[in-house]
């Protein structure tokens, strides 16, 4: 990925979640899981959203200042989005040092699907 002039990008930390082979065996219809849907949808709902989803799925490993450096946003608004997916469960964020690592959820991102699936 191409960064900004005279910034280098940072190396990869180790913050995300192992995957677990765990199955998630709640239901995937009902009020709950069409509350749970609603959020995570509404979490997905702006397009900087998704791409920061997807930029961090094709990612092996966290992601620090790689996130800003790939959208044409301001950090601050960034750090908005960035937010919304946190508080919907659907990445993390881990401090390392001066600066917040983002990874994806992969067990969210695994019932988000389910989901969708039963739609």
Request: hydrophobic share 35%.
């Amino acid at each position: 990925m191409k960064g900004k002039p005279g910034r280098k990008p940072n190396p990869p930390a180790v913050c995300c979640p192992p995957p677990s082979g765990e199955d998630d065996r709640r239901p995937v219809e009902g009020p709950e899981a069409d509350a749970e849907l609603a959020t995570l949808a509404k979490a997905l709902g702006h397009p900087a959203r998704v791409k920061i989803l997807r930029l961090l799925v094709r990612r092996q490993g966290c992601i620090c200042g790689e996130i800003v450096d790939g959208l044409d946003l301001a950090q601050s608004t960034v750090s908005q989005h960035l937010k919304m997916l946190k508080d919907a469960g659907l990445i993390r964020g881990d401090i390392d040092g001066p600066r917040i690592c983002y990874c994806i959820e992969p067990q969210a991102l695994r019932r988000l699907r389910s989901l969708v699936g039963s739609l």
